[in-house]
């Protein structure tokens, strides 16, 4: 069954603590995005990755940072500088970034809340 | 950059109503038009998709979209919607252009439909 596995569903942080978000996809596709969705704001971007050990940042890559060591994985760390990040976290996967008519798979997402 | 207005926030039908949820886009550029839809409980997923050809083009579950260069807008629409339709609406945009991997989203519509 492909598909994009976030986890954990719901996630606690603590004040000055790093959280790590998980993102792993089994459709062999080239690229993962990191989004955030916030009520009334939409999806907005915050890593994307066109390719293993590369990626660049988005709209609001503040606070934030990945690594994509391997195809499959694309973890999101929410780190301590990030002072606002109760939000919704989406991970996404497409075949490839910069084709015009990709298409992306999302995950089902991360409530991320804080304590 | 890019930006997507999605013009409702919120909006109630009842099943049978016709609907028409607006979209429109800052730059004016060669683009690709995406609306993705997230039911309740569900992961996002593509509604229907624009890149190229005939500008009205339709979707899964008997919505389509029409796509007016000269206004800037990407209007998803359905003759008579269903219970089944609740859910939110994501109107999302991205430049062609070489170079542009951002896919840039509006800040969504609910639609409820009440039986």
């Known amino acids: 069954d492909g598909g994009i596995t976030q986890s954990p569903k719901y996630l606690f942080r603590k004040e000055g603590q790093n959280v790590t978000l998980s993102c792993e996809q089994n459709?062999?596709?080239?690229?993962m995005y990191w989004y955030r969705q916030d009520p009334g704001q939409g999806l907005r971007l915050i890593y994307y990755?066109?390719?293993?050990?590369?990626?660049q940042k988005g709209d609001i890559a503040e606070g934030y940072s990945v690594s994509r060591e391997k195809k499959e994985s694309f973890p999101l760390t929410v780190t301590s500088a990030q002072k606002n990040p109760t939000a919704f976290y989406l991970c996404?996967?497409?075949?490839?970034?910069?084709?015009?008519?990709?298409?992306?798979?999302f995950g089902s997402g991360t409530q991320l809340s804080v304590l | 950059a890019q930006s997507v207005s999605q013009h409702n926030h919120h909006v109630i039908l009842s099943e049978a109503a016709s609907l028409e949820l607006g979209c429109n886009y800052s730059?004016?550029?060669?683009?690709?038009l995406f609306w993705y839809v997230q039911y309740p409980g569900q992961h996002l997923q593509l509604l229907l998709k624009?890149?190229?050809?005939?500008?009205l083009v339709k979707g899964i579950k008997g919505f389509e979209a029409e796509f007016i260069k000269s206004k800037f807008s990407f209007n998803l629409r359905k003759p008579s919607v269903q219970w089944s339709d609740t859910a939110e609406y994501f109107c999302?945009?991205?430049?062609?252009?070489?170079?542009?991997?951002?896919?840039?989203f509006g800040k969504g519509t609910k639609l409820s439909v009440i039986p």
């Open positions: 996404a996967s497409s075949i490839s970034v910069g084709a015009t008519n990709e298409k992306l798979f």
């Open positions: 459709l062999n596709h080239d690229a």
């Open positions: 990755s066109q390719i293993v050990n590369d990626f």
């Open positions: 730059y004016g550029g060669t683009v690709n």
């Open positions: 624009y890149f190229s050809g005939d500008p």
């Open positions: 999302a945009v991205k430049d062609s252009g070489a170079g542009s991997y951002q896919l840039t």
